[in-house]
C-alpha cells in the first residue's frame, strides 16, 4: 500500500501529537502520523487523571527496554521504557508539567532562550489547560519541611526561577481527565480530513534518494508492510531512544557502525546516537506516625544541592519529589522488581507475571495495605547531570531496542551531587511540619552514614526518571545533529521535533520541553513552506 503526503510526522507522543496537529492546521496539506502504540481509547486509563498507576503496569502502553549494565550504578540494568500509545509518555506518566529553569535555556542555542520560548509555552498551554492540585495536611507538613532546611515557598513553579524553591506543580489533567497533547490538540481538534492518525503503525525505515533527500516512510500495519510517500518533510518525534535508532537504521549515523550492520550509509553523522543524558533518581522511603493523605505527585522542589559544581549562581542541581506510596506503589514495585530480580533471560517469560501476580497478592493484606497509607517518599532526582552516554544500533531488526547506554554518574560530580541529596533529604524528613510526623527512615536506613556508604546504596538502588535527551543535539557546531530549526544537518528534508533535539536537560521533567520542541518544529515548517 502506498499514499502520499505533504508531512509524514513519526511518533504520536507529546511532541508529535502537537506537531501534526500544528502542521494540519491551516487545511491545505495532508499530514500523516505514525504511532507505534495503540490507540490512547482502548486503554481508556491513558484518558483518566486517576489511570497512570495502572497504565504504568500495562505493558501494551509502556515500550520495555533496559540499559545496558551501568558500571557506575551497581551493574545494574535498568528499566528504561518509555509510553507507546497515542499520547506517548505523556498518555502514561504522572502529568507532571514544568517549563523549566531560565537559567536551564542560558545553556540552549540562540533563540531558545527563556525569553525566546515563554510565548509558545503560553500558546500550548493555552490548549493544555494545565493546574495544580490542592493542597492537603501532608504536602504542607512537607513544604514546612522544606522551608526549615532553606527551600523558598513558591506560588507558580512555572515562572522560570527553580533556585531553591517548593511548591505545587502544575500538572496535565481536568476534572477526572488527563489532558495529555493527544487530548488537547489532536482528540478535541475532532476529525480532519487532511490529518491522518494511524496507531499500531511500526516505522522501518525512511527511504532517500541520491541528493539525501527523504521520499518515503516504509512501515508495517497488521503485518503489511506500507509506504508513505512524501512530499515535503518528514518529522521525528519518535523520542530520544528511538528516533536516532530508526535515522540509523536508515543509513543516517556514524559510518563505521552502520557498516558493521551492513546498512549502506546515506550521511555520515558521527554523533548521532551520542550525548544522551537523563535524571537518575533515588528514592529514600519513610515511614510516619500519620496516615499519608495525598494520592498524586503533586508536590516538587528544586534545590543547588552541590555548591562545588561549576553551574551559574542560583542554578539548582536537584529535584525533590515528595511521593505518596499509597498513589501507586503496587504497580511500581510490580514493574520494577522484575527486572531487578530475574535474568535477562527469563524477563520475557511467565516469571515475571508470577512476580506481579504475587505482588498483587501481597497488597490485598490490610497489614500491608495500612503499611503503605503511612510510607512516603522523598525522590533525590539528579536534575543537571554531567555524565554523557551513547546509543547505537544493536540490530538491523526494526523492532530491536538499541544498546542504551546512559552512563549514569560516570562523571564524579553526579554522585558526589547525589550523596548530597540523600544528606538534605534525610534533613528534610526530621525538620518543620514533617517532624510532627515522627517518620522513620527506611531507605537507605540509619546505618548508612559515611558517603562512601551512601553512593554505594545510590548506584545499587538508582532509577532512571524516565527524561532521556540528547541523542540529536540541536546547536550552531558543526558536530551537533541538526541546527537550531531542528533540521537535520546534511539531510534535505528531515526534522527533529522531539528530545533527541534537546542539548542540555532542564533541571526539571521533560514533557513540556518536548512539547516546546514539536510545537517550534512545526512552526519553523510552516514559516518555510508558505
Request: aromatic letters at 8%; proline letters at 6%.
Amino acid at each position: 500500500m502506498s499514499e502520499t503526503y505533504d508531512y509524514v510526522v513519526i511518533g504520536g507522543g507529546s511532541s508529535g501529537c502537537i506537531a501534526a496537529a500544528q502542521l494540519a492546521e491551516d487545511g491545505a496539506h495532508r499530514v500523516l502520523m505514525l504511532e507505534a502504540g495503540p490507540a490512547a481509547e482502548t486503554h481508556p486509563e491513558t484518558l483518566s487523571a486517576d489511570g497512570y498507576k495502572h497504565a504504568f503496569i500495562n505493558d501494551e502502553v509502556i515500550w520495555e527496554r533496559f540499559t545496558t549494565p551501568q558500571r557506575h550504578a551497581g551493574k545494574q540494568r535498568i528499566f528504561a521504557g518509555t509510553g507507546t500509545v497515542l499520547g506517548g509518555s505523556g498518555s502514561v506518566n504522572g502529568m507532571v508539567y514544568t517549563r523549566g529553569d531560565v537559567r536551564d535555556y542560558d545553556e540552549w542555542p540562540d533563540g531558545w532562550q527563556w525569553k525566546d520560548v515563554v510565548p509558545d509555552f503560553e500558546r500550548i498551554e493555552a490548549k493544555l489547560r494545565p493546574r495544580r492540585r490542592p493542597p492537603t495536611r501532608w504536602t504542607e507538613a512537607c513544604i514546612s519541611a522544606a522551608v526549615t532546611c532553606g527551600f523558598q515557598r513558591r506560588p507558580d513553579l512555572n515562572d522560570g526561577n527553580l533556585g531553591n524553591v517548593v511548591g505545587y506543580e502544575w500538572m496535565t489533567y481536568e476534572g477526572d481527565r488527563r489532558r495529555s497533547s493527544y487530548v488537547a490538540f489532536i482528540k478535541d481538534g475532532g476529525m480532519r480530513d487532511n490529518l491522518v492518525v494511524r496507531p499500531r503503525c511500526f516505522v522501518h525505515r525512511i527511504v532517500f534518494d541520491e541528493s539525501r533527500r527523504a521520499t518515503a516512510v516504509e512501515y508495517e500495519q497488521d503485518g503489511t508492510m506500507c509506504r508513505a510517500e512524501v512530499r515535503e518533510e518528514v518529522v521525528m518525534c519518535a523520542g530520544a531512544l528511538e528516533t536516532p535508532k530508526l535515522l540509523m537504521l536508515s543509513g543516517v549515523g556514524p559510518d563505521q557502525a552502520l557498516r558493521a550492520h551492513g546498512i549502506a550509509p546515506v550521511l555520515r553523522v558521527d554523533a548521532m546516537g551520542q550525548n544522551l543524558h537523563d535524571h537518575p533518581n533515588v528514592p529514600l522511603f519513610f515511614v510516619s506516625r500519620g496516615k499519608v493523605d495525598c494520592n498524586y505527585p503533586q508536590l516538587y522542589s528544586f534545590y543547588r544541592t552541590n555548591e562545588d559544581v561549576d553551574l551559574p549562581e542560583g542554578q539548582s542541581d536537584t529535584c525533590y519529589v515528595f511521593w505518596p506510596a499509597r498513589s501507586a506503589m503496587k504497580q511500581a514495585v510490580q514493574r520494577v522488581l522484575p527486572g531487578q530480580v530475574l535474568p535477562e533471560a527469563l524477563y520475557d517469560g511467565p516469571a515475571k507475571q508470577a512476580i506481579r501476580s504475587g505482588v498483587g497478592v501481597a497488597f490485598k493484606s490490610r497489614a500491608v495495605r495500612t503499611f503503605v497509607d503511612h510510607l512516603y517518599g522523598i525522590v533525590v532526582i539528579l536534575g543537571k547531570p554531567k555524565s554523557r552516554g551513547s546509543l547505537r544500533l544493536a540490530s538491523t531488526d526494526p523492532r530491536a531496542q538499541a544498546a542504551i547506554d546512559p552512563a549514569y554518574f560516570s562523571h564524579a560530580d553526579d554522585m558526589a551531587t547525589m550523596v548530597k541529596g540523600v544528606r538534605l533529604a534525610r534533613r528534610i524528613s526530621k525538620s518543620g511540619g514533617l517532624g510532627a510526623w515522627r517518620s522513620r527512615e527506611l531507605m537507605p536506613g540509619p546505618l548508612r552514614t559515611s558517603d562512601e556508604s551512601i553512593a554505594k546504596w545510590v548506584g545499587a538502588n538508582a532509577i532512571t526518571t524516565y527524561h532521556f535527551a540528547g541523542t540529536c543535539k540541536m546547536g550552531p557546531e558543526a558536530a551537533a545533529v541538526c541546527d537550531t530549526r531542528l533540521r537535520v544537518k546534511g539531510l534535505a528534508n528531515v526534522r527533529i521535533a522531539d528530545a533527541s533535539a534537546i542539548p542540555f536537560t532542564p533541571v526539571s521533567a521533560l514533557n513540556a520541553p518536548s512539547m516546546l520542541v514539536g510545537w517550534r518544529a512545526a512552526a519553523y515548517i510552516r514559516a518555510e513552506h508558505q
